[in-house]
């Protein structure tokens, strides 16, 4: 006996199987037990089954089974909603944990005293959030030729310590000699082994392996702009401050001293 094609067909032509939809259980989400009817809130979960309260007041467990559950009159499977991954600490550009948002303070007594305006915008692009934090300001003293009087004028004590961030502080220089002749426990001089604060940004922020060679006894801003080509250091510092996102964009030796220099103007009074 042959059968017909239709027959055959009809074979091979299997209803697609049907897939239940599934649903994260969340409280406060209003479903029915398909099996029994009970219909009500969800509002708890226990050893893989959900706790639902009608509206009143009774509760019933039933467990979290492939289409067990009715969904707006839909038949759905509910699944226990993942515990969400803690949140990561936002950080700083410094690399600090972010603070919450807190009023403005009074700033501190104590203060941290930068060569330039170029040195006080690096700090406030990296370290501004601790320093806001901690309520220090950064002030810029256009040089440090007259440092020992001026920390004298200042007047630093237990509750009033002055940090300065010196530029080419190394030995034999006229900065190591200045920075010598501060002699105040209050007070905290660190600095870097580079000529200007330009030089510890890593090269790598503008595309370079390294920073031009400038003479020794030139001045090295000019011998830098010259070198590249640019004519306008005011546009070319912009530039280069723009590309600084965190300290992993600036040189150990000046990173390290600028927390030295925050971890002892915040030390608090003896």
């Not at 009074?106 to 406030?124: N, P, Q, T």
């Not at 002030?139 to 020992?148: A, F, N, T």
């Not at 801003?221 to 510092?237: D, Q, R, S």
Request: aromatic content about 8%; some cysteine.
């Amino acid at each position: 006996m042959r059968y017909s094609d239709d027959v055959l067909d009809s074979f091979d032509r299997r209803k697609p199987r049907r897939v239940t939809p599934e649903h994260d259980a969340e409280l406060g989400m209003v479903v029915e037990d398909a099996g029994s009817g009970f219909c009500g809130e969800i509002v708890g979960f226990e050893y893989g089954a959900v706790t639902l309260e009608d509206r009143h007041g009774r509760r019933r467990h039933f467990p979290l089974e492939p289409a067990a559950f009715l969904l707006d009159g839909t038949v759905v499977t509910l699944r226990r909603p993942q515990a969400a991954a803690p949140a990561q600490p936002r950080r700083t550009a410094s690399g600090s944990v972010a603070a919450a948002p807190t009023r403005a303070q009074v700033a501190r007594a104590g203060r941290i005293w930068v060569e330039g305006l170029h040195d006080a915008e690096l700090l406030e692009r990296i370290w501004g959030d601790d320093l806001r934090a901690e309520a220090v300001v950064v002030e810029p003293l256009h040089g440090v030729d007259d440092l020992p009087a001026a920390v004298r004028e200042f007047a630093p004590g237990p509750g009033r310590r002055l940090g300065v961030l010196v530029d080419h502080l190394v030995s034999g220089t006229k900065e190591a000699r200045l920075a010598k002749a501060v002699d105040s426990p209050y007070a905290l001089i660190a600095g870097h082994p580079y000529v200007d604060v330009w030089q510890a940004v890593k090269p790598s922020r503008l595309g370079m392996e390294e920073w031009p060679v400038v003479p020794y006894g030139h001045p090295w801003k000019e011998g830098i702009c010259a070198a590249l080509g640019v004519t306008e250091p005011a546009l070319f510092w912009r530039r280069l401050l723009s590309r600084v996102d965190s300290y992993h964009d600036l040189e150990t030796p000046l990173v390290n001293s600028v927390e030295r220099l925050i971890d002892f103007v915040t030390t608090p009074s003896e």
